[in-house]
């Protein structure tokens, strides 16, 4: 996108040009049998050109779910995230996430035994930045620290 900012003398002030590009890629599997996963990645560029001042950044998100059937009453669930922000120049600019979930069914329709664990790694916020021709803004999110759950499902 190119804009040109004008005043109002109808003067160019300044010429301002942004590219964003968003590309990834992911794959899944179908398999029969007791092992399945789900991975992938999607790239962020930003680019900000303003009278020959260049800012460009890329942030990467990336991902791997897997999931494993040991039997008809046994199953479990891991989900991984990457986050990486190419916006700083801090040692803090990459977060990982893990969850996971496992569910033994007890009796069929009626009793449910379970695990859930959220936020393994324990990251307690996560920061981002953005940066746009007129200024930068820096957000960052407190998050819920680690935590398991047991937990016992009885429907009637």
């Known amino acids: 996108r190119q804009m040109c900012i004008r005043d109002s003398n109808n003067t160019d002030l300044r010429e301002i040009i942004t590219n964003n590009y968003t590309y990834g890629l992911e794959i899944r599997s179908g398999f029969k049998g007791i092992f399945n996963y789900h991975i992938g990645s999607k790239w962020t560029t930003h680019s900000i050109l303003v009278n020959a001042t260049k800012n460009a950044f890329t942030n990467n998100e990336s991902f791997l779910d897997l999931s494993f059937v040991f039997h008809k009453k046994l199953n479990m669930q891991f989900q991984t995230e990457r986050y990486y922000f190419g916006t700083t120049n801090t ?3 990459t977060y990982y996430f893990v969850d996971f979930d496992a569910r033994y069914i007890i009796k069929k329709n009626k009793i449910t035994a ?40 009885y429907r009637f």
């Open 91 to 93: 040692k803090k600019n």
């Open 114 to 153: 379970g695990i859930t664990g959220k936020n393994i790694c324990n990251t307690k916020n996560y920061t981002t930045r953005s940066i746009s021709d007129i200024g930068s803004s820096t957000t960052t999110y407190r998050l819920l620290e680690r935590f398991i759950l047991l937990k016992i499902t």
